[in-house]
C-alpha cells in the first residue's frame, strides 16, 4: 500500500527505486498476500513500462516477473495485455543500446510463461521460443547480456513445453556444454601490484596457501554452475529424449564436477545432475543395457570415491544423496561386494571425521563466550544432523535394493553402532536405530544373527525420551513381526506392553509424539496379524488396540493400521 503510490513519482529514478523495492516484497510474498494488490501494481507497472526512459522500463520488467513467478496462476487474467507487449519489445528494439531491456523481457516473458503455463498459452508458447532462437542466432558480442539470461530463459521453457521442447535442444545444448565445461582459471599471484590489481576485480577469490597467494576467477565458476544445474532440469524434464548428451556430459561434466575442488556449488549441483543423467539414459535403453551397465559401474565407483575425499560437510550430505538417488536409478543388485565394501570405507572415515568433530563441539560449548560463538555450533551440529540423514537414506536404499547382500559389508561397522545406539546424543541413537529397522526391514530371517544388537536397543527406544527414537523403535518392532519370521515371535510379543505405553504419552497426538504413537498402533496390528503365536489371547487386545486409532499423519502406518481392521470387520 505504500510504495504503489510512490510508482507516480515525477522523478524516474525515485519510480525505478519504488519498482525494485516491490521486487524485494514480492520473492517473500505468499500468492495470497499479492492477489488483492495485483491488478493495482500491474497497472501502475505497466504505466512505467510505456514510459521513455529505459532504465525504468528494464526495472518495470524485472518486477513484473517477479510478480509473475510469486502470484504464479493467479496471473492468467493478466496475460492477454502483458504478453504481446512484451512480444513487441523483443521483435522490434533491436538495437544496441536495448539489449539489456530484450534480456529483462526475454526474462519477465519466460516466467510468465511459467507461471501460467502451455495450456493458457496456446500457439504464444511456440513464438517465444522461436523468437529466443533468432535472438540467440544474432548474438555476436562476448558481452551481450542476453547471453546470460537466454541460458534461465531456455530452462524456463522446456519446464513449460515438457517434450515439446526436445526439437529445440540441438540450438539450446551446445553454447551451455561450452560454458558447463569451464576450467578453473587459477593464478598465482607473485607479488603485492598482482594481488592489489586481483583484489579490486569483483569476480576473483584470494586464497592463501603455504606463503603464497592463490586467485581464483570465481565469475568463470558461477556461469558453470547456473550451466550445470540448467541441463540438470533438461534431463529431469525430457528424460529418454535427453539421452543423446548423457555420455558426454557425464564424462565430461558431471563426473569431473563431482571433485572440483575449486568451488563448491560447482560441486553440488554436478552431485544433483548424476542421478538425472543415469536416469535418461534407463529411460532410453533400459537398466539391463550393455550401456547402462558401463557407465552405471564408472559412476558408481567415481562417486563412492568422492565420499571419502569431499572436505565440506554441507557438500559430503550431497554427495552421499547423490550417490542414494544413483542407487535409486540403477535398481536391485546393482552394487558389487566392492562397491559395497568400499562404501563401508567411506562411511567408517566419515563417522570418525563426525566423532572427533562432536568432541571438539563439546569443548568449544563449555568455552564459548557469547550468542555468535553458540550460533556457529548450533549451524555445525545442524550441518551434522543433515549428513547423518543423507547418509541414513543411503543405508536404506541399498538394503533395499541389495537386501541380505549388503550384510558383509556392512556389518565391519557394528562396533560404531553399539556406540551410537548406548549415546547420550538422541541424534545418534536414532541414526543407529533407523539403521536397525532398515536389516529388519530388508533382510528377511538373517536379521536374527544380529539379534544381540537389536533386541534391547529397540526396548530401550519404546522408552525413549525422544519422540522421534520411540518412533523409529516402534517402527522396527513391527517390521520385525512383519519380516523377520516366528524366531522374533517371542520378541515382539513382549513388546506389545511397550508400544500400548507409546500410544498413551501425555502428549500422545501434539507435535513430534503422534508419529510415534502411529507407528506404535500400526507395529501392534502388524505383531496380531503377522505374528501373533506367542502373543497371550490376542483377541482380548483388539478393543485396546482400537482405542489407538485413528492413524491420520503416517501415510506409510495407516494401510497396515486399516488393512487389519478391515481383516477384524470382515471376521
Sequence with gaps: NNIIPVLNSPEPRVQAHAAAALVNFCEEAEKEILEPYLADLLRHLLQLLRGEKRFVQEQALSTIATIADSAQAAFSQYYDTLMPLLFKVLQEEQSKEYRLLRAKAMECATLIALAVGKERMGQDAMHLVNLLGNIQQNITDPDDPQSQYLLHCWGRMCRVLGQDFVPFLSAVMPPL??????????????????????????GWELVPLRGKIIGIKTSTLEDKNTAIELITVYAQILEAAFEPYVVQTLEKIAIPGLSFFFHDPVRISSAKLVPQLLNSYKKAHGVQSPGFAEIWNKTAEKIIEVLSAEPSIETLAEMFQCFYESVEVAGKNSLTQEHMQAFIDSVKSTLDDYQTRV????????????????????????DDQTLLSDMNKAFHTIFKNQGASFLPAWQRLLPIYDAFITSNDPTQRQWATCIIDDVLEFCGDESWNYRDHIMQPLANGLQDAHAGNRQAAAYGVGMAAQKGGPAWSDFVAACIPGLFQVTQHPH???????????????????????????????????????NTLPITNDEEAAPWAYSFLAQLIDQ
Aim: glycine residues 2%.
Design 508 to 546: 500422545a497426538r501434539t507435535g513430534d509424539n503422534v508419529f510415534a504413537t502411529e507407528n506404535a498402533s500400526a507395529s501392534i496390528a502388524k505383531i496380531l496379524h503377522f505374528n501373533s503365536a506367542k502373543v497371550q489371547n490376542p483377541q482380548d487386545l483388539i478393543g485396546d488396540w482400537l
Design 359 to 382: 568432541k571438539e563441539r563439546a569443548e568449544e560449548q563449555a568455552e564459548a563466550e557469547d550468542d555468535e560463538d553458540n550460533l556457529s555450533i548450533a549451524y555445525a551440529i545442524d
Design 177 to 202: 556444454l561450452t560454458v558447463a565445461s569451464a576450467k578453473a582459471d587459477i593464478q598465482l599471484l607473485e607479488d603485492e601490484d598482482q594481488v592489489d590489481l586481483v583484489d579490486q576485480d569483483e
